[in-house]
Nanobody, 122 residues
Framework: VQLQASGGGLVQTGGSLRLSCEAG???????TGWFRHTPGKEHEFVAT????????SYAESVKGRFTISRDRAKNTVYLQMNSLKVEDTAVYYC?????????????????WGQGTLVTVSS
């Protein structure tokens, strides 16, 4: 398994969750991103972080509410989600590139985790 995502669950509007993405040997410490998917829609970019953590980028819909970070010693990337809204409900996937940095396009990522479900209730 290249990437293992965890941390999803059920939370009320305004609540918080922290997702984790642990990387395997091949994909660890590369540019890593989070995407989300809801039925009938394409994968939506959420956030990305570079290998050294110096570059981050967010979708407009989550700016100011979500924070992506990484712990290189633990080969883990986190997505802290605060002030959650009903429209944040989705299956969240982490993905890693082969390079040091990747952007907001699905095609820039080579390895994908299995997804973790986040449900925000009103």
């Amino acid at each position: 398994v290249q990437l293992q995502a965890s941390g999803g669950g059920l939370v009320q509007t305004g609540g918080s969750l922290r997702l984790s993405c642990e990387a395997g040997r091949t994909s660890r410490n590369n540019g890593t991103g989070w995407f989300r998917h809801t039925p009938g829609k394409e994968h939506e970019f959420v956030a990305t972080i570079s290998r050294n953590g110096g570059f981050t980028s967010y979708a407009e819909s989550v700016k100011g509410r979500f924070t992506i970070s990484r712990d290189r010693a633990k080969n883990t990337v986190y997505l802290q989600m605060n002030s959650l809204k009903v429209e944040d409900t989705a299956v969240y996937y982490c993905a890693a590139s082969r390079g040091a940095r990747a952007g907001c396009q699905v095609g820039q990522y080579n390895y994908w985790g299995q997804g973790t479900l986040v449900t925000v209730s009103s």
